[in-house]
Protein backbone atom coordinates (compact mmCIF):
# COMPACT_ATOMS: atom_id res chain seq x y z
CA UNK A 1 0.00 0.00 0.00
CA UNK A 2 1.48 3.24 -1.03
CA UNK A 3 -1.53 5.62 -1.04
CA UNK A 4 -1.81 7.86 2.56
CA UNK A 5 -5.06 6.92 3.15
CA UNK A 6 -5.01 3.13 2.35
CA UNK A 7 -2.15 3.11 5.07
CA UNK A 8 -4.06 4.90 7.44
CA UNK A 9 -6.85 2.25 7.15
CA UNK A 10 -4.74 -0.82 6.85
CA UNK A 11 -2.24 -0.66 9.93
CA UNK A 12 -5.05 -0.44 12.58
CA UNK A 13 -6.78 -3.44 10.35
CA UNK A 14 -3.33 -5.50 10.83
CA UNK A 15 -2.50 -4.43 14.37
CA UNK A 16 -5.98 -5.82 15.26
CA UNK A 17 -5.67 -8.99 13.36
CA UNK A 18 -2.03 -9.58 15.00
CA UNK A 19 -3.81 -8.44 18.44
CA UNK A 20 -6.75 -11.56 17.80
CA UNK A 21 -4.34 -13.87 16.38
CA UNK A 22 -1.70 -13.69 19.55
CA UNK A 23 -5.31 -13.99 22.38
CA UNK A 24 -6.42 -16.61 20.37
CA UNK A 25 -3.13 -18.67 20.27
CA UNK A 26 -2.83 -17.56 23.85
CA UNK A 27 -5.85 -19.05 24.60
CA UNK A 28 -5.92 -21.88 22.91
CA UNK A 29 -2.18 -22.87 24.88
CA UNK A 30 -3.55 -21.75 28.24
CA UNK A 31 -3.84 -25.61 29.21
CA UNK A 32 -1.66 -26.87 26.53
CA UNK A 33 1.76 -26.87 25.40
CA UNK A 34 2.49 -24.46 21.92
CA UNK A 35 2.64 -26.32 19.24
CA UNK A 36 5.96 -25.00 17.07
CA UNK A 37 7.06 -25.86 13.87
CA UNK A 38 10.38 -26.73 13.10
CA UNK A 39 12.85 -27.69 10.74
CA UNK A 40 15.89 -29.63 10.42
CA UNK A 41 17.98 -26.95 9.82
CA UNK A 42 16.48 -24.13 12.20
CA UNK A 43 16.02 -24.64 15.72
CA UNK A 44 14.01 -21.94 18.02
CA UNK A 45 13.46 -22.15 21.88
CA UNK A 46 10.27 -19.80 21.21
CA UNK A 47 7.14 -19.69 18.97
CA UNK A 48 6.94 -16.89 16.56
CA UNK A 49 3.85 -15.63 14.92
CA UNK A 50 3.50 -18.24 11.88
CA UNK A 51 3.19 -20.60 14.74
CA UNK A 52 0.44 -18.84 16.22
CA UNK A 53 -1.02 -18.32 12.88
CA UNK A 54 -0.80 -21.82 11.94
CA UNK A 55 -2.47 -23.41 15.65
CA UNK A 56 -5.84 -20.65 15.06
CA UNK A 57 -6.14 -21.61 11.87
CA UNK A 58 -5.69 -25.24 12.20
CA UNK A 59 -8.19 -25.27 15.38
CA UNK A 60 -10.69 -23.01 13.51
CA UNK A 61 -10.92 -25.67 10.54
CA UNK A 62 -10.91 -28.87 13.33
CA UNK A 63 -13.46 -26.89 15.85
CA UNK A 64 -15.76 -25.06 13.32
CA UNK A 65 -18.66 -27.33 11.43
CA UNK A 66 -20.21 -25.66 8.42
CA UNK A 67 -23.22 -26.50 7.48
CA UNK A 68 -24.72 -26.64 3.83
CA UNK A 69 -27.91 -23.67 3.71
CA UNK A 70 -31.11 -24.80 3.15
CA UNK A 71 -33.07 -25.34 0.31
CA UNK A 72 -35.16 -23.03 0.81
CA UNK A 73 -33.88 -19.70 3.24
CA UNK A 74 -36.45 -17.06 4.74
CA UNK A 75 -36.40 -13.61 3.19
CA UNK A 76 -36.43 -10.31 4.79
CA UNK A 77 -37.16 -7.27 2.66
CA UNK A 78 -35.61 -4.44 3.51
CA UNK A 79 -37.83 -1.17 2.92
CA UNK A 80 -36.91 0.43 -0.21
CA UNK A 81 -36.81 4.33 2.20
CA UNK A 82 -33.95 2.23 4.49
CA UNK A 83 -32.25 0.36 1.34
CA UNK A 84 -31.83 3.80 -0.74
CA UNK A 85 -30.79 5.99 2.11
CA UNK A 86 -27.85 3.29 2.93
CA UNK A 87 -27.11 3.53 -0.73
CA UNK A 88 -27.02 7.39 -0.83
CA UNK A 89 -25.09 7.17 2.24
CA UNK A 90 -22.15 4.98 0.45
CA UNK A 91 -22.28 7.14 -2.29
CA UNK A 92 -21.65 10.58 -0.66
CA UNK A 93 -18.56 8.73 1.28
CA UNK A 94 -17.06 7.36 -2.01
CA UNK A 95 -17.28 10.91 -3.26
CA UNK A 96 -15.81 12.33 0.05
CA UNK A 97 -13.04 9.89 -0.58
CA UNK A 98 -12.04 11.06 -3.90
CA UNK A 99 -11.82 14.51 -3.09
CA UNK A 100 -9.95 13.87 0.17
CA UNK A 101 -7.83 11.46 -1.91
CA UNK A 102 -7.68 14.59 -5.09
CA UNK A 103 -6.65 16.86 -2.20
CA UNK A 104 -3.93 14.76 -0.76
CA UNK A 105 -2.34 14.30 -4.13
CA UNK A 106 -2.09 18.71 -4.46
CA UNK A 107 -1.25 18.80 -0.77
CA UNK A 108 -4.15 20.74 -0.18
CA UNK A 109 -5.35 18.89 2.94
CA UNK A 110 -6.57 20.66 5.42
CA UNK A 111 -6.88 20.00 9.25
Not at 43 to 48: G, I, L, R, T, V
Not at 50 to 56: E, P, R, Y
Not at 62 to 83: D, E, G, R, W
Request: charged content about 10%.
Amino acid sequence: QWAKLAIERTTPMLLGLFSLITLLAHHLTVNHSFPMRTAAWYCKSEPAFADAIALVRHHLWTSVKLVNSPLQTPSLAIPSALFNGCWTLSAMHLEMDKVQHQRVQLGTTQQ
